[in-house]
């Protein structure tokens, strides 16, 4: 099965910076979003980026003005710039794409953590 596999993941001193990736595996069709959420410990999921396949972004105000969120639709590879790191930004990132038929897929995620 097709698989979103994200890379990037590390751990950094809080004002330092991380860059995300993600890519599917194989061939998905049609992906009209695409988009990174995050899992912080104790914590629901929440979307921190998203990015529509016309270059729309969308930003959650935690990140917004730190985090940058870009893609390549030729190879249906999303990127997340993280910039000013905050201990609170110490989550699992998880990638997700949907199509225009609105199928969804999903990263098994990695780990963001930032030390103070």
Same mark, same amino acid.
């Given at each position: ?8 993941? !590390? ?23 695409? !988009? ?6 104790? #914590? ?10 016309? !270059?729309?972004?969308?930003?959650? $105000?935690? @990140?917004?003005?730190?985090? *940058?969120?870009?893609? $390549?639709?030729? #190879? ?9 790191? #905050?201990?609170? $930004?110490?989550? @699992? ?14 990263? #098994?995620? *990695? ?6």
């Amino acid at each position: 099965q097709v698989q979103l596999v994200e890379s990037g993941g !590390g751990l950094v001193q809080a004002g330092g910076s991380l860059g995300l990736s993600c890519a599917p595996s194989g061939i998905i069709p049609s992906i009209n979003v695409m !988009g990174w959420y995050r899992q912080a410990p104790g #914590k629901q999921r929440e979307l921190v980026a998203t990015i529509t396949s016309g !270059g729309s972004t969308n930003y959650a $105000d935690s @990140v917004k003005g730190r985090f *940058t969120i870009s893609r $390549d639709n030729a #190879k249906n590879t999303v990127y997340l710039q993280m910039l000013s790191l #905050k201990p609170e $930004d110490t989550a @699992v990132y998880y990638c997700n794409a949907v199509t225009f038929w609105l199928m969804a897929y999903w990263g #098994k995620g *990695t780990l963001v953590t930032v030390s103070s």
